[in-house]
């Protein structure tokens, strides 16, 4: 299984594939929404969606509106420089929103392990 790292930030994306990946998954990288759709088109073992969400054109919320309205429920997971206020951490499809923050490392771990662990998919 694959998780689908999405951000406009080639580095940011980097880094992010970096500590998925050093817990111990297998990562793809996307530039932006349309490569990750792309990418879910051609890859049928994703298992799980870390977006950036401020990217130009289409914004990782934009990305994940899109994928719930075509019917995709993978665990969605976004990311974002700013702190996330409880509107936006309680949206409904969205498995968890954190800060990219010193704590980003545990953080992360723990919302993939436990959007895995819901879903059944680890």
Do not use: W
């Not at 689908?4 to 980097?14: R, S, T, Y």
């Not at 990311?79 to 968890?96: E, H, K, S, V």
């Not at 545990?106 to 436990?114: F, I, K």
């Amino acid at each position: 299984m694959h998780i689908l790292v999405v951000d406009d930030d080639p580095l940011a994306g980097e880094m992010t594939a970096a500590l998925l990946e050093s817990q111990g998954h297998h990562t793809l990288l996307a530039n932006d929404a349309m490569e990750a759709v792309d990418r879910l088109d051609t890859h049928s073992d994703i298992g799980l969606i870390v977006s950036d969400m401020h990217m130009p054109l289409i914004s990782g919320l934009a990305l994940l509106d899109m994928l719930r309205e075509q019917g995709n429920d993978l665990p969605f997971i976004l990311l974002t420089g700013d702190i996330p206020d409880a509107a936006l951490r309680q949206r409904p499809g969205l498995d968890a929103c954190l800060s990219k923050d010193a704590e980003l490392m545990s953080t992360l771990e723990q919302a993939v392990n436990q959007a895995l662990n819901q879903r059944g998919r680890q």
